[in-house]
């Protein structure tokens, strides 16, 4: 109890006045001093209690034990050998031969219980990521210096609990596999520090993967959290990578990196002896089902590709894969001769949550199953099975199946984890320092056979110590320097990088020093939480640090990327699931006009149809869009020019239109119903005495070379029409007159000059003659005859997706069918969202007919619908405008792109522009950025559609050889029939 009083003046005492007030108010100050002294005390760290065991670490923990210099030696108290019991327990600790297995979970009262410390139902989704839009040439740059690890406030507490455990880290042992007079080629590290760089350039299809194979050190992804946590925190998440059906132990350990199951699951282990079922693969492990209805599922957490790892046997009953409980695959056993190994392999819907495996019996035998994301990022697999050794993993698993359930994991990394049981076997007389040297040297070439083109990293056992006869101090066992020894020279010499974990906790008594500050469990093998969170920190600097410090290499290895669907800046395709046939995607018509183009086959045209308000007008959004579609498939011409007055926004296509003399343009904007337009929503009709002269790639450089190409001079025919002259760079080339009408099914008529290049001096004039009468013109397109993109931007400002329903509907059909686009971008909706009151019904029905009246166009092509565009960087797309656009898409099997959306998402380049121009809506700069939002995405799909195809043919072809092969092999006496051949992307 906290006491304090104030001792009283004797009566009659001569003094000050200030010992008067104490005397008068010596019950108040009293009771005032002790208030204040208990809160003071009552607001510190709790102070030890001294008696309970444990209570010094932890008020030094509270008080700031983890100070550089303090020395848990010299506070914390020897074991109590005061009782019975206890002495018993030490004994027993010193005698018997530990083995590195699973314990009770950690007993740490201040930390969160583990499971549910790193759930996966309570992690985070992936944060959004940023999409460049630029071209993938312009964002790999090899000067660009490599990401370092943040020093975030967790990062630094670790260091300096290191620093107080007189632990001092290591570096990466990271040895030439390849040099020439002039240096080093190659590193050890260099496939796994490759992929980081992708990452961090944010290639497509980059994934920077790491698998680790160890023992109960890191079975419930102790160590190696922190190690995934640092990469995930400065890379990005690839996915959760590979994961058990649950844990290999019914009560102990974290499911931070497994599934849950039912309980009717067995558990089998290499460390069992014997195994209730042979056959085990990189994991060490497996589960079997028992019975009818066993279940195991997985949280998904944003992966959109799986691969379910399986034995199959001639006694394994049917299962079903399921997401989010729909069925989604049901697989029966192939019944083999001999079990096998097969992989499933399937895609997951954006919104999936969880996967399940149901067994329909029992037998069914589960290895795990990988989980993968579509961006670029890092995934870490933690293996570790409980008392084992390299010796089990070499002679327990079997060869074939480790080393292709290797190849199909196909990591950058493999860690190997191991040599703490190996200590203790060399300590207690097991084994011989030779038969480690074999074990240890066989793993490693069997990781190395599987994966030759990954990295390959040895992390040495932490300290292993024996307790003294007083148990007042933990001494190392000598075994531990020739193992770590024993390591470090086979991993170099096989061309393996290296990190001394021993070392790097401080080598010969360091695991004192840890179980002294209470990071080390009672039985002298496993760290705590805390004490795993320590060792982490080691690896993740040690890493981070020999990526900084290595140099690219000089020849990088081209690995073939595993196929991710695009992460698109504004594109989706509402109401069709990713997962669906490429054919049955909006963009699928369209797929083969871009191949062709780009592998200049065949005439190799892509016409793209751009229409919409003056943000396709203004030229600047579609010349941008073509721009980065030439750089792929190349440039086929201007394309579509309107009739009408010089407007100069087409400068900036090198196209100048001048129109001269009486004249008349009717504003399609203007026309209540029924009035003959062009696209481009006017009707322009020359005078007698007028002239139009338009110029193509108006102050371009006269090239050597020559295409062939052609100008169609589109027109309107009308009974009471006059004649017009048309000459090209002042030749006529023909006339527009009645008697020219070549088309008798429309009003539509083209007149077609072939001509070579692309400089062209387009002059139509109506000779001013008595007798003459006007000519209504529509459209100018100049296309040259070789592969390439052309874009017809189809503004008409203010108008909106209803504008063009006032106008003679087969007309802009046959103009459209003229131009016989492979691909439709429809760009309305800024205007209607400026309308007050508009109604959804009467917005619905008439931009879905407009869209409806452009497809039957180009019956052929593929559609885009493109959201309104922003006028502020805070609008969003739950306008009604935006809803309705989304709804139609989704109703018309169209495509819909997002600008709003991709403005968020866009990476900017360094030094552009401000993307909004206050009160005027998106500057120039904006508008070009979704252009290269929207070709960044449509190009991104032309390429994961072209690598599926080719994927999916090759898998085609693999299942065929297999059925093949299964139809020739002869029956084993009293086999069962084969069942149905497997799935497509079910590899065996």
């Keep these: 109890m906290c006491a304090m009083g104030v001792q009283k003046r ?24 002790f208030i204040g002294l208990c809160a003071a005390l009552g607001s510190l760290p709790h102070l030890p209690a001294w008696t309970p065991e444990g209570s010094v670490k932890r008020a030094l923990e509270k008080l700031g034990w983890d100070s550089p210099g303090l020395d848990f030696d010299e506070v914390v108290r020897p074991v109590d050998l005061r009782s019975p019991e206890s002495v018993t327990a030490m004994i027993d600790r010193v005698l018997r031969q530990p083995k590195m ?50 020093a975030t406030a967790e990062v630094k507490r670790l260091r300096r609990i290191a620093k107080a455990l007189k632990a001092p880290g290591a570096d990466v042992d990271n040895p030439c596999v390849q040099q020439n007079a002039a240096g080093c080629l190659e590193t050890a590290m260099d496939a796994f520090y490759g992929a980081l760089d992708d990452v961090a350039a944010g290639v497509p299809g980059s994934h920077a993967s790491v698998l680790t194979l160890g023992n109960s050190l890191i079975a419930s992804d102790h160590v190696t959290d922190i190690v995934r946590e640092r990469l995930v925190e400065t890379f990005g998440d690839g996915g959760r990578g590979f994961l058990l059906p649950d844990r290999l132990s019914k009560v102990a350990g974290r499911r931070v990196r497994t599934g849950r199951s039912t309980p009717g699951w067995r558990i089998n282990t290499f460390a069992q002896k014997p195994p209730k079922r042979a056959h085990f693969g990189f994991t060490g492990s497996h589960h079997e089902s028992t019975r009818k209805g066993d279940r195991v599922s997985w949280s998904t957490r944003g992966a959109t590709e799986a691969k379910l790892f399986f034995l199959d046997h001639k006694k394994a009953a049917s299962f079903r894969v399921q997401v989010d409980g729909k069925t989604i695959e049901k697989v029966a056993s192939q019944s083999p001769d001999e079990p096998s190994d097969r992989v499933l392999t399937f895609d997951l819907p954006d919104d999936a949550k969880k996967l399940s495996v149901v067994a329909d019996g029992k037998g069914v035998v589960l290895y795990g199953v990988s989980l993968t994301g579509d961006r670029p990022g890092v995934s870490w697999d933690t293996i570790g099975v409980p008392a084992s050794d390299a010796e089990m993993y070499v002679t327990k698993a079997d060869p074939g199946i480790f080393q292709r359930q290797l190849k199909e994991r196909d990591p950058n990394l493999v860690v190997v984890m191991v040599g703490g049981n190996e200590i203790r076997s060399l300590a207690f007389g097991w084994t011989t320092l030779e038969e480690v040297r074999k074990h240890y040297s066989t793993l490693i070439d069997r990781v190395q056979d599987a994966l030759p083109d990954a990295s390959c990293l040895a992390v040495a056992p932490i300290d292993a110590a024996k307790a003294t006869a007083a148990g007042a101090q933990l001494t190392t066992r000598k075994e531990v320097a020739s193992v770590v020894a024993l390591e470090r020279e086979i991993a170099l010499e096989k061309g393996c990088a290296f990190f001394n974990l021993w070392q790097a906790m401080g080598a010969k008594g360091s695991l004192h020093r840890f179980h002294r500050a209470g990071f080390v469990n009672d039985d002298l093998v496993h760290p705590k939480g805390k004490g795993g969170d320590v060792l982490g920190e080691f690896i993740a600097d040690g890493l981070f640090a020999n990526y900084l410090a290595t140099p690219r290499p000089q020849v990088k290895k081209e690995k073939r990327r595993r196929l991710v669907f695009p992460a698109f ?122 002239k139009l002269e338009l110029r193509f790639c108006d102050g371009c450089r006269k090239s050597p070379v020559l295409p062939k190409g052609r100008l169609d001079v589109s027109w309107l025919y009308t009974p009471d029409m006059g004649k017009a002259v048309v000459l090209v760079n002042d030749v006529e080339v023909g006339t527009i007159e009645p008697d020219q009408r070549t088309r008798r099914d429309s009003d539509v008529q083209v007149l077609t000059v072939p001509v070579r290049g692309e400089r062209h001096r387009v002059t139509i004039q109506v000779p001013n003659e008595d007798d003459n009468l006007p000519v209504t013109l529509l459209s100018v397109a100049q296309e040259l005859d070789r592969p390439g993109v052309v874009v017809d931007a189809v503004g008409l400002a203010s108008a909106t997706g209803m504008t063009m329903q006032r106008w003679q509907q087969d007309l802009l059909l046959d103009q459209a069918e003229a131009r016989d686009y492979n691909l439709l971008v429809l760009g ?35 559609c885009v619908l493109v959201g309104p565009f922003p006028q502020g960087p805070d609008e969003n797309d739950e306008s009604l405008v935006a809803v309705v656009q989304a709804s139609v898409a989704e109703e018309m099997e169209c495509a819909h792109f997002s600008p709003r959306r991709a403005l968020t998402r866009a990476a900017r380049p360094d030094g552009q522009a401000p993307v909004f121009v206050d009160g005027e809506g998106l500057s120039p700069a904006g508008l070009q950025l979704v252009g290269d939002a929207l070709a960044h995405d449509l190009l991104s799909f032309l390429d994961y559609a072209r690598e599926k195809a080719v994927r999916d043919a090759e898998a085609e072809q693999a299942a065929e050889i297999d059925r093949n092969n299964i139809a020739k092999a002869p029956p084993a006496p009293g086999a069962n029939p084969p069942a149905a051949p497997q799935k497509k992307g079910d590899k065996s």
């Design 10 to 33: 004797p009566e009659g005492s001569t003094g000050d006045s200030h010992p008067r007030f104490v005397h008068r108010h010596a019950t108040g100050l009293t009771t005032v001093l």
């Design 101 to 150: 297995t699973f314990t009770i979970p950690d007993a740490e009262p201040t930390e969160a219980p583990a499971e549910d410390k790193a759930s996966p139902d309570v992690l985070p989704p992936p944060a959004p990521v940023l999409v460049s839009v630029v071209p993938q040439d312009r964002v790999r740059d090899p000067s660009r210096p490599r990401r370092d690890l943040e």
């Design 828 to 862: 309305w909706g800024a205007v209607e969202e400026r309308i007050p009151g508009l109604d959804e019904v009467t917005y619905r029905h008439h931009y879905r007919r407009t869209v409806a009246t452009l497809k039957k166009s180009s019956p052929h092509a593929a």
């Design 569 to 690: 800046a504004g594109l989706s395709f509402p109401g069709v699931e990713r997962t669906a046939p490429l054919d049955e995607h909006p963009l699928a018509p369209v797929i083969s006009a871009f191949n062709q183009a780009e592998r200049r086959k065949g005439q190799g045209r892509v016409a793209v149809g751009m229409f919409g308000d003056e943000h396709v007008e203004g030229q600047l959004f579609a010349d941008r869009l073509k721009t980065r579609l030439a750089e792929r498939v190349g440039d086929r011409g201007r394309g579509l020019v309107g009739i009408g007055d010089h407007d100069p926004r087409l400068l900036t296509a090198r196209v100048v239109r001048r129109l001269r003399g009486p004249h008349n343009i009717v504003d399609g904007r203007d026309v209540v119903l029924g009035g003959a337009m062009s696209l481009f929503g006017t009707s322009t009709q020359l005078q007698p005495g007028a």
